[in-house]
């Protein structure tokens, strides 16, 4: 069995009785020195971890293989940011006991007096500052360390135009900890060395860009900035939308993606997922970017390239959106990483795409496939009158994933 525990900030004091029972309880008990050095009464085996997992998973496989119970000490919470997937992944067979710490986010959100259930939660250890939100709208808590200090993120919204007001704690709990509030100009100038720190970004009050929150379907079609790039138009976009039935948490790719209008709109569906814009041409992925960053989108990520090459950068998703194919309709549906029951939408121009689209969909053992063809018009005023101005056709083709045959 294997019992992976929280052991908090890493300090005595802030670990409560029922973990120091656990410990004992162990037979193996694995974690850094520091977090070690907490149990000085533990009287069974004992590893380090190093910084090398690979190496670290290792010493924990051979301590399951003999086995005793296997108490894995990590530092923080378990749940958040932690080594758990990692364990999960490695050990899919084996029983995992969870017990919770006092995390860094539960510290600084008590030093700033503030409630976190509203907050967002990102960390930039070991990931690019990419995967920051363009334009804070609500408290966010960001866990940093290597070359991602707080200072980086303070210069990266200066970089932005914007100047937010950001808490910084590092070492909390101990005697050397810091604790500060200041805006992203002072941080950026900061000489202290900040460490693994975790900081607290405040809403954006900088009112020069329309910020936009919540579900918002059918965006005028002005209201993107658009160059000389295809875009799907609002009465469209709603459709499609219906059709993918993008929930909360879902992955969605949008395939295609042109000037972003889908991704844009599939995102805000997708509150606490994530929207993956594949598109091959240099000037759409501008687009799709100053569009992100226009309407202050923060779960949308640009693939550059063309699908399905780029596959290998998806995860599993549950929604896939093909708006262009480039002719490798069928490469597409074949490999696209699309999870047994997800939902897929293909939009066409012409009755041979559609065509090929059914074909392919049946072939590959795609169920409830449904197709609907609109052609929106749109009365338009002429001096006191209003006039038709018709749209071309669109096709939308949807199904739901079936079992692989």
């Known amino acids: 069995m294997l019992q992976v525990i929280g052991i908090g900030p890493g300090r005595p004091e802030w670990l409560p009785p029922a973990i120091t029972e656990l410990v004992n309880t162990c037979d193996i008990l694995i974690g850094g020195s520091r977090a070690l050095k907490l149990f000085p009464d533990f009287t069974g085996l004992q590893y380090s971890l190093s910084g090398d997992l690979t190496s670290s998973i290792e010493v924990i496989r051979n301590a399951i293989l003999e086995e005793k119970a296997v108490g894995v000490l990590v530092s923080g919470d378990p749940g958040f940011f932690s080594f758990l997937p990692r364990l999960k992944r490695e050990f899919p067979e084996e029983r995992i006991d969870v017990y919770p710490g006092i995390s860094s986010l539960q510290f600084a959100f008590a030093r700033a007096g503030l409630p976190w259930q509203e907050a967002i939660f990102a960390s930039v250890h070991g990931r690019e500052l990419s995967v920051l939100p363009q334009v804070i709208t609500r408290p966010t808590a960001v866990l940093t ?33 810091f604790w500060t509030t200041m805006d992203a100009e002072h941080l950026a100038q900061e000489k202290t060395l900040l460490k693994n720190a975790i900081v607290i970004l405040y809403p ?9 929150t919540g579900c918002r379907l059918g965006i005028p079609d002005e209201e993107f900035l658009r160059g000389k790039v295809p875009m799907t138009k609002a009465e469209i976009r709603v459709q499609v939308l219906a059709k993918a039935q993008i929930s ?30 594949i598109e091959h041409n240099p000037e759409a992925q501008e687009l799709i970017l100053a569009n992100q960053h226009k309407f202050g989108v923060s779960n949308l990520h640009l693939i550059p390239g063309a699908a399905p090459d780029v596959f290998v950068k998806l995860p599993p998703v549950e929604v896939c959106i093909i708006g262009g194919s480039n002719g490798r309709l069928s490469e597409i549906l074949e490999i696209v990483p699309l999870v047994e029951g997800g939902r897929i939408v293909i939009t066409a121009v012409t009755i041979e795409t559609v065509a090929q689209g059914l074909k392919l969909l049946t072939d590959l053992n795609y169920q409830d496939i449904d197709i609907v063809s609109i052609q929106a018009v749109r009365w338009k005023a002429v001096q006191t009158l209003h006039m038709a101005q018709a749209m071309n056709p669109i096709f939308i083709i949807s199904a739901r994933k079936g079992e692989a045959l």
């Open 248 to 277: 909360k948490y879902d992955r969605v790719v949008d395939i295609g993606a042109g000037t972003g209008s889908i991704s844009i709109e599939a995102a805000s569906l997708a509150s606490e997922g994530v929207v993956y814009a």
């Open 204 to 212: 954006d009050n900088n009112k020069s860009i329309k910020q936009y």
């Open 145 to 177: 360390g290597g070359e991602n200090t707080p200072q980086k993120i303070a210069q990266l919204y200066l970089e932005r135009s914007y100047n937010p007001l950001i808490s910084i704690g590092n070492a909390l709990a101990y005697p050397e900890e």
